[in-house]
């Protein structure tokens, strides 16, 4: 009396737990059950039956639960999840291992072309994570002043140009030049929502769709019902290759939002629920773009 998930997804549909019975003995069996044969069988004989044949031991239990019917259904639900979360850590850890191979080397192409270990740290410790050529630009000190000539139009319109040959971001220019538009148009905190929300699409794109484990990883997304957060934790595998260090930037942690001083300071928790208005500047909308440049130097290597 095997019960594939097929035959369980199938049963869940049910109200009630004995309704849950009957549907599962029902699909075991093909259709061929009706609601009189149902009723003359010995119920806790056949529940026990399931139990052992399908391994639920240690996910059966009466405590806790209305009648048998319901322990049964709750086994089952506690078995395939469990089923799911450990194929989950199996191949997320597969995915983590090839994911970085390959960052490991974009990083590595990264830190040769930028020049210097030292001012990439740095950076990156000032809470600016950015390509290459912005690198060789920094002169210490605040890195606003060393980069603000990147604001400048004719320089934007050529980067975000370059973007129309990128395979990645194929579907999602058109978004880009809205963003670029809305910027010279002097909106800047619509240009700033607008990047928060392409940095993490990029990432999507670049860090599990680019990845050869990708849809192993998206349907076990789907099974698992929850999102998978994976901007902070790919910011995460970068800092770690780019200083050792593997902090979250400010700019993308987590904070509490009764602690969050909204003065200028730019935070994506409170910017995208609404507790920060005060993040409209030319120096978080370059701090943005320059990372999401970062990502597509990344992206374009992995």
């Known amino acids: 009396m095997k019960v594939t998930e097929e035959i369980f997804k199938k049963a869940e549909k049910e109200g009630s737990a004995r309704e849950f019975l009957f549907a599962l003995l029902k699909?075991?069996?093909?259709g061929n059950l009706s609601r009189r044969d149902f009723k003359t069988l010995n119920h806790?004989?056949?529940?026990?039956?399931?139990?052992?044949?399908?391994?639920?031991?240690?996910y059966f239990s009466l405590s806790g639960s209305k009648n048998i019917y319901n322990a049964l259904r709750k086994a089952f639900r506690?078995?395939?999840?469990?089923?799911?979360?450990?194929?989950?850590?199996?191949?997320?850890?597969?995915?983590?291992?090839?994911?970085?191979?390959?960052?490991?080397?974009?990083?590595?192409?990264?830190?040769v072309e930028a020049g210097s270990v030292s001012r990439v740290r740095q950076l990156v410790t000032l809470g600016w994570i950015v390509p290459p050529y912005a690198v060789r630009a920094y002169r210490g000190g605040r890195p606003f002043d060393s980069f603000k000539d990147f604001l400048k139009e004719h320089y934007?319109?050529?980067?975000?140009?370059?973007?129309?040959?990128?395979?990645?971001?194929?579907?999602?220019?058109?978004?880009?030049?809205?963003?670029?538009q809305t910027f010279f148009s002097g909106f800047l905190e619509l240009s700033i929502y607008g990047l928060f929300v392409q940095i993490e699409g990029v990432v999507w794109e670049i860090f599990v769709k680019n990845n050869p484990l990708e849809s192993?990883?998206?349907?076990?997304?789907?099974?698992?019902?929850r999102k998978f957060i994976?901007?902070?934790y790919a910011l995460k595998l970068i800092t770690e290759n780019l200083t050792g260090d593997g902090r979250?930037?400010?700019?993308?942690?987590?904070?509490?939002?009764?602690?969050?001083?909204?003065?200028?300071?730019?935070?994506?928790?409170a910017v995208m629920h609404g507790i920060s208005v005060k993040f409209g500047s030319k120096e978080n909308f370059l701090r943005l773009f320059l990372l999401f440049d970062f990502l597509v130097y990344i992206g374009s290597r992995l």
């Not at 699909?27 to 093909?30: A, I, N, T, V, Y």
């Not at 090839?98 to 990264?110: G, N, R």
């Not at 975000?160 to 809205?178: A, C, M, P, Q, V």
């Open 156 to 180: 934007l319109r050529e980067r975000f140009n370059s973007y129309k040959n990128l395979g990645f971001l194929t579907f999602r220019y058109h978004i880009l030049e809205e963003i670029l």
């Open 44 to 58: 806790e004989e056949i529940i026990l039956r399931i139990v052992k044949e399908n391994n639920l031991e240690p």
């Open 78 to 111: 506690s078995y395939f999840r469990a089923k799911v979360e450990k194929e989950w850590t199996h191949k997320i850890e597969n995915w983590r291992k090839e994911l970085e191979v390959l960052l490991s080397k974009a990083i590595a192409d990264y830190l």
């Open 230 to 232: 994976t901007i902070q």
């Open 27 to 30: 699909e075991m069996k093909g």
């Open 216 to 225: 192993d990883i998206e349907s076990l997304i789907r099974k698992r019902n």
């Open 248 to 269: 979250v930037p400010q700019v993308f942690d987590w904070v509490k939002f009764v602690d969050f001083e909204d003065d200028g300071r730019l935070n994506r928790n």
